[in-house]
């Protein structure tokens, strides 16, 4: 393994393009240091340890910190400050969904998806140009919640002008520039780059809370320790070792997972010559939604416990509203339930979304392959959704299990959730999933220059990582 990371700077173009990644990557950390004007750096400190401690000790989670918790996982920090790239990729990302749902419903965009790279670089502009008042709403609904929190988080006197339409204008602008240069990131990354850029900065953002998780977990060992609770602290951390290296290997081994379907090509004879005839693999996906399902679920999760918030403090002596409300806390019984199933639905949902098995056939059908044993057409089509459908509800069932674990260790081993949220959920298979990708890139370039891989031994040289065939 050293070797090969030795090789990769032996490579001129390879070794620019990882200079260049880490530079662009090295720019946005940076940057995630600048504050927004007028905000009360110090009064999102004082929140965020609040929110630990209430957590830590089984407090009620309020639905706005379950909200900003989430949010912070796309912007790379965390609710201990606000700044320029406050909002992250996140206004990115959500115009990028959006036009991939109406790419499938609009038979115009899909028409233009359709002719090559001309038409995705026109989707791409426009989903550049609705990432800008997708920006300005989030952060609208960004600076009314520093204003409404208790207490506010703006500045106010004569250090501060909070509430003033300078304050507005200068935060709406700062949030709003600091979203599109980080978009402006991403695409030179994909261009001169390596890897995909805009899943590169969701990465940096959650690898660089890696070392405060570990301070903090060990920090609290530290405490219980010093108790005289001993015995339970050690099992506690070699629980959370093997936990992560065990997840670690799951979501590996989940996300390389591939059904390989056999695909015959027919034999064409031209004068003297036969050409084709040979076997090849159809490989599906066994979590073909990837981190979608997830994202979806949990966001959609968040929206019951704030609603029932405000419903609870209207109405004060509305014993069914705090039950309701208690059920809907993270990591109740009832709450993982219905995340668990919301994920298997939007898996089968985003799945009828991506993967399309009548095109897919008809594609085979016009390159002349055929599966053995199926007429090509409508038998085709018919089976391969089938397979998918099947294989579907093997990634649900993963990703349920990736979802649950985090919110069940921090609730009932009390752990601290910061620590918790790296035993799964988004941000693993975030990490995982653009780890192999970068990972599988590098290897490409060195086999086409005949250098060896991560995996290949001085008697292996050449060997890769491949899906794994279920």
Same mark, same amino acid.
């Given at each position: 393994?050293?070797?090969?990371?030795?090789?990769?700077?032996?490579?001129?173009?390879?070794?620019?393009?990882?200079?260049?990644?880490?530079?662009?990557?090295?720019?946005?950390?940076?940057?995630?240091?600048?504050?927004?004007?007028?905000?009360?750096?110090?009064?999102?400190?004082? =929140?965020?340890?609040?929110?630990?401690?209430?957590?830590?000790?089984?407090?009620?989670?309020s639905a706005a910190a379950r909200l900003a918790?989430?949010?912070?996982?796309?912007?790379?920090?965390?609710?201990?400050?606000?700044?320029?790239?406050?909002?992250?990729?996140?206004?990115?990302?959500?115009?990028?969904?959006?036009?991939?749902?109406? !790419?499938?419903?609009?038979?115009? @965009?899909?028409? =233009?998806?359709?002719?090559?790279?001309?038409?995705?670089?026109? &989707?791409?502009?426009?989903?550049?140009?609705?990432?800008?008042?997708?920006?300005?709403?989030?952060?609208?609904?960004?600076?009314?919640?520093?204003?409404?929190?208790?207490?506010?988080?703006?500045?106010?006197?004569?250090?501060?002008?909070?509430? !003033?339409?300078?304050?507005?204008?200068?935060?709406?602008?700062?949030?709003?520039?600091?979203?599109?240069? =980080?978009?402006?990131?991403?695409?030179?990354?994909?261009?001169?780059?390596?890897?995909?850029?805009?899943? @590169?900065?969701? @990465?940096?953002?959650?690898?660089?809370?890696?070392?405060?998780?570990?301070?903090?977990?060990?920090?609290?060992?530290?405490?219980?320790?010093?108790?005289?609770?001993?015995?339970?602290?050690?099992?506690?951390?070699?629980?959370?070792?093997?936990?992560?290296?065990?997840?670690?290997?799951?979501?590996?081994?989940? !996300?390389?997972?591939?059904?390989r379907i056999p695909v015959q090509q027919a034999? #064409?004879?031209?004068?003297?010559?036969?050409?084709?005839?040979?076997?090849?693999?159809?490989?599906?996906?066994? $979590? #073909?939604?990837?981190?979608?399902? &997830?994202?979806?679920?949990?966001?959609?999760?968040?929206?019951?416990?704030? %609603?029932?918030?405000? %419903?609870?403090?209207?109405? !004060?002596?509305?014993?069914? %509203?705090?039950?309701?409300?208690?059920?809907?806390?993270?990591?109740?019984?009832?709450?993982?339930?219905?995340?668990?199933?919301?994920?298997?639905?939007?898996?089968?949902?985003?799945?009828?979304?991506?993967?399309?098995?009548?095109?897919?056939? $008809?594609?085979?059908?016009?390159?002349?392959?055929?599966?053995?044993?199926?007429?090509?057409?409508?038998?085709?089509?018919?089976?391969?959704?089938?397979?998918?459908?099947?294989?579907?509800?093997?990634?649900?069932?993963? @990703?349920?299990?990736?979802?649950?674990?985090?919110?069940?260790?921090?609730?009932?081993?009390?752990?601290?959730?910061?620590?918790a949220q790296f035993l799964g959920g988004t941000?693993?298979? &975030?990490?995982?999933?653009?780890?192999?990708?970068?990972?599988?890139?590098?290897?490409? $370039?060195?086999?086409?220059?005949?250098?060896?891989?991560?995996?290949?031994?001085?008697?292996?040289?050449?060997?890769?990582?491949?899906?794994?065939?279920?």
């Amino acid at each position: 393994m050293f070797k090969t990371l030795i090789n990769i700077f032996r490579i001129p173009e390879l070794r620019n393009k990882v200079l260049f990644t880490l530079f662009m990557l090295a720019i946005y950390r940076i940057g995630y240091h600048v504050p927004l004007p007028g905000v009360d750096q110090e009064g999102f400190k004082a =929140l965020a340890d609040r929110q630990a401690q209430a957590a830590k000790s089984g407090g009620e989670e309020s639905a706005a910190a379950r909200l900003a918790s989430y949010v912070s996982l796309f912007s790379g920090g965390n609710l201990s400050q606000s700044t320029i790239f406050g909002l992250g990729i996140m206004p990115y990302i959500s115009a990028s969904i959006i036009f991939q749902l109406l !790419t499938t419903v609009m038979p115009a @965009l899909e028409k =233009l998806q359709k002719e090559g790279e001309t038409g995705r670089r026109k &989707i791409q502009e426009w989903t550049r140009y609705a990432t800008v008042p997708l920006c300005v709403v989030q952060a609208i609904f960004w600076l009314s919640y520093m204003h409404n929190s208790d207490p506010p988080l703006v500045l106010t006197g004569a250090n501060g002008f909070a509430g !003033t339409p300078s304050f507005w204008l200068m935060g709406i602008f700062g949030l709003t520039a600091g979203c599109i240069f =980080l978009m402006w990131l991403g695409e030179q990354i994909d261009e001169y780059g390596l890897g995909n850029g805009i899943s @590169l900065i969701i @990465l940096a953002g959650i690898v660089a809370r890696v070392p405060t998780a570990i301070i903090t977990f060990y920090q609290e060992s530290k405490i219980d320790s010093a108790s005289g609770n001993t015995t339970a602290v050690f099992g506690k951390v070699v629980f959370m070792v093997l936990s992560f290296v065990f997840i670690v290997a799951g979501s590996i081994l989940i !996300t390389q997972a591939q059904r390989r379907i056999p695909v015959q090509q027919a034999k #064409h004879t031209r004068g003297r010559r036969v050409y084709g005839g040979s076997r090849q693999y159809l490989p599906l996906r066994v $979590n #073909h939604g990837g981190v979608m399902p &997830i994202i979806f679920a949990q966001s959609l999760m968040l929206f019951p416990g704030v %609603l029932l918030g405000w %419903l609870r403090g209207i109405f !004060t002596n509305n014993s069914v %509203l705090f039950w309701l409300n208690d059920q809907f806390q993270r990591g109740s019984f009832f709450y993982l339930m219905i995340e668990a199933a919301m994920i298997y639905f939007f898996a089968y949902f985003w799945t009828t979304v991506q993967f399309q098995p009548k095109e897919m056939a $008809n594609q085979l059908r016009d390159y002349g392959s055929f599966i053995p044993g199926l007429r090509p057409g409508k038998r085709t089509a018919d089976y391969l959704e089938k397979v998918m459908m099947r294989i579907t509800y093997v990634g649900a069932a993963f @990703l349920c299990v990736i979802a649950v674990i985090p919110s069940a260790v921090a609730t009932w081993l009390k752990v601290n959730p910061m620590v918790a949220q790296f035993l799964g959920g988004t941000g693993l298979l &975030i990490v995982v999933s653009v780890a192999l990708d970068m990972v599988q890139r590098i290897e490409a $370039n060195l086999l086409m220059r005949n250098y060896g891989g991560f995996l290949s031994s001085p008697g292996q040289k050449g060997k890769r990582i491949k899906g794994r065939q279920y």
